[in-house]
Structures are given as structure tokens and as C-alpha cells.
């Protein structure tokens, strides 16, 4: 009698009992007898849908994409990678250098420009010269006094010049006057002659000594 009460309120979807027809639970009646008959197909029915369930799960298993093992790279493709950063490597290099290059320059040309400023073209009168930089006041005040008078208002400069350096007096306006100049020092037996000085030569008082 107590299994005959429990198998009444049991509810049996219809999916399981491998029924067609509308997804809603077939009740057994409390009146329907317990017996060995009704025991097998509670059971069949039980095993079929857990078979059903289980069939639901591998189904879903195998649609469901699998997450991909992540693939050791080749020897060749190790290669190539290596190949690829070397040369990476080597760009950023070449790169890095022709920046430097360029900086480079452009600090060249920046002092470039200021010694031009500094020095700009201009033409003297050399008077003198000399290795030694030491002699060169020295030159600067014997030939002054070859012409005291002519050289009044002149002040001496020094340039650099290979291995020597020139003793210079002026700068002068034109290249007329530096050669009217020359021409009243050789009246007076003292060797001159023009010089134009570039942009950016450096040109520095000379003091005597």
C-alpha cells in the first residue's frame, strides 16, 4: 500500500515515456495496481532519459569549440623570428645613427653660421708673418715702425694660416683702398699686400708686446 501511494504521485513527462504529443507530465493513476509490468516501464523510461541526458551532453561536447593548444613554433619559424628582430635591431641602429649624424651636422652648421657672423668677409693688408705665434707682436711692432705715420689709426690682427700665421692691419672698405695702402708702404720699403679673409675666419686683435 505505501508503494502504491508513492507510484500515484508520480509524474512522468511524456519525453520519457517516449510519447508523442505535448511536453506535459502523464499521471499515474492512483487506482492503477503496482505490478512487475509497471516497475519496467518506470525503469525503461528512467534509463532512456538518463540515456538522453547523457547523449544531450556529449552532443553539446562536441559542438562546443575546443580552446586550441597553443602551438610550439618551428625551427625554421624560431629562425625567421630571429632573423626578423636582428634586423629590426639593425634599422633602428642605422636609425639612430643617421639622427646622430644629422644632429651632428646641424650644430656644425649652427656654429658655422655664428663664426661667420663673428668673422664675416672683410679685406686687410698683410703686413708680416710667422710660425711662431710668440713673434708675432714683435713682427707687428717693427714693421709699424718702418711707418709710424702711415700706420697711425691701424691696429694689427692674426690669422691663422696652414702652419704659419699672417700679421694683418685694416679691415678696409673696398679692395681700392687696402691697394692704395700697400702702394704708400712700399714707398716707404715696408712689403705688403691685399687680403680677403672668408666668412667665418677667425680674425683676432693683435696686441704688441
Do not use: C, M
Not at 510519447?19 to 523510461?45: D, H, K, Y
Not at 717693427?142 to 694689427?156: C, D, S
Amino acid at each position: 500500500s505505501i508503494l502504491a501511494r508513492i507510484v500515484a504521485n508520480l509524474s512522468i513527462p511524456a519525453s520519457e515515456l517516449g510519447v508523442e504529443g505535448p511536453e506535459r507530465p502523464v499521471a499515474v493513476a492512483a487506482a492503477t495496481p503496482v505490478t512487475t509490468g509497471s516497475q519496467r516501464v518506470l525503469a525503461e523510461a528512467r534509463a532512456k532519459a538518463e540515456r538522453d541526458h547523457e547523449a544531450r551532453e556529449k552532443a553539446a561536447e562536441t559542438i562546443a569549440p575546443k580552446k586550441a593548444e597553443p602551438k610550439a613554433p618551428t625551427a625554421a619559424e624560431r629562425k625567421a623570428a630571429a632573423a626578423k628582430l636582428a634586423a629590426e635591431k639593425k634599422a633602428a641602429a642605422a636609425k639612430k645613427a643617421e639622427a646622430a649624424e644629422k644632429a651632428l651636422a646641424a650644430k656644425e652648421a649652427l656654429e658655422e653660421k655664428k663664426r661667420a657672423k663673428a668673422n664675416p668677409e672683410r679685406i686687410w693688408v698683410q703686413v708680416a708673418g710667422g710660425a711662431n705665434e710668440d713673434d708675432l707682436p714683435k713682427a707687428w711692432a717693427a714693421t709699424k715702425a718702418k711707418a709710424p705715420e702711415l700706420f697711425v689709426g691701424h691696429k694689427g690682427y692674426k690669422t691663422p694660416l696652414r702652419a704659419t700665421h699672417r700679421v694683418l692691419t685694416g679691415p678696409f672698405k673696398t679692395d681700392a683702398e687696402a691697394r692704395a695702402f700697400v702702394n704708400q708702404l712700399a714707398k716707404k720699403g715696408v712689403s705688403a699686400f691685399p687680403v680677403t679673409s672668408d666668412a667665418g675666419q677667425s680674425v683676432t686683435r693683435l696686441d704688441a708686446k
